[in-house]
T-cell receptor, first 112, second 113 residues
Framework: SQQGEEDPQALSIQEGENATMNCSYKTSINNLQWYRQNSGRGLVHLILIRSNEREKHSGRLRVTLDTSKKSSSLLITASRAADTASYFCATEGNSGYSTLTFGKGTMLLVSP | NAGVTQTPKFQVLKTGQSMTLQCAQDMNHEYMSWYRQDPGMGLRLIHYSVGAGITDQGEVPNGYNVSRSTTEDFPLRLLSAAPSQTSVYFC????????????FGSGTRLTVV
């Protein structure tokens, strides 16, 4: 079953605007990761936040993690048309071996 | 700097045929995984390996076999293809613990008719 659930399922914005995507998960985690997938391509790792971290930045990306609410958000600032893609959150559990459980993704469309 | 290489990129099979999807990585990663991606379902884990000689089942393992004889290669075998196995298949690898994130291949688009 899916661990993460992204919200919204689809998001349409104009270039220059900020895009916020949310992810909720069900079980305890070791870390949470965000990936981008361009149409017809493989997934690209964007950022990882550990369970003991609350916020992390990478370029125009800002990720927050609230383990008490089992939720995370990905903020993309000053969006560009090239940011158009699907974004997935994935969680790595804290028991057993390292595997990722993915949500269903948010489809982001950035219009020029 | 090949990363994770998947072959073939596209394949059409008839129901009942068998085939092997190839996955190779050149980063000396211990962890390798196979996922399938279906519309509206996100990615689901089929099988994974934490090192040569060690494999385990994921969420949707039925109809698939894997083996890991070397660190570099992690092939996925479809034993008797069914239309329900029509999907896009992704192979991924990571350092032990996955703390650096996973590197994904570009995928194999499989259609079973």
């Amino acid at each position: 079953s899916q661990q993460g659930e992204e919200d919204p399922q689809a998001l349409s914005i104009q270039e220059g605007e900020n895009a916020t995507m949310n992810c909720s998960y069900k079980t305890s985690i070791n870390n949470l990761q965000w990936y981008r997938q361009n149409s017809g391509r493989g997934l690209v790792h964007l950022i990882l936040i550990r369970s003991n971290e609350r916020e992390k930045h990478s370029g125009r990306l800002r990720v927050t993690l609230d383990t008490s609410k089992k939720s995370s958000s990905l903020l993309i600032t000053a969006s560009r048309a090239a940011d158009t893609a699907s974004y997935f959150c994935a969680t790595e559990g804290n028991s057993g071996y390292s595997t990722l459980t993915f949500g269903k993704g948010t489809m982001l469309l950035v219009s020029p | 700097n090949a990363g994770v290489t998947q072959t073939p990129k596209f394949q059409v099979l008839k129901t009942g045929q068998s085939m092997t999807l190839q996955c190779a990585q050149d980063m000396n990663h211990e962890y390798m995984s196979w996922y399938r991606q279906d519309p509206g379902m996100g990615l689901r884990l089929i099988h994974y390996s934490v090192g040569a000689g060690i494999t385990d089942q994921g969420e949707v393992p039925n109809g698939y076999n894997v083996s890991r004889s070397t660190t570099e290669d992690f092939p996925l075998r479809l034993l008797s293809a069914a239309p329900s196995q029509t999907s896009v298949y992704f192979c991924a690898s990571s350092q032990q613990g996955g703390m650096g994130g996973y590197t994904f291949g570009s995928g194999t688009r499989l259609t079973v008719v």
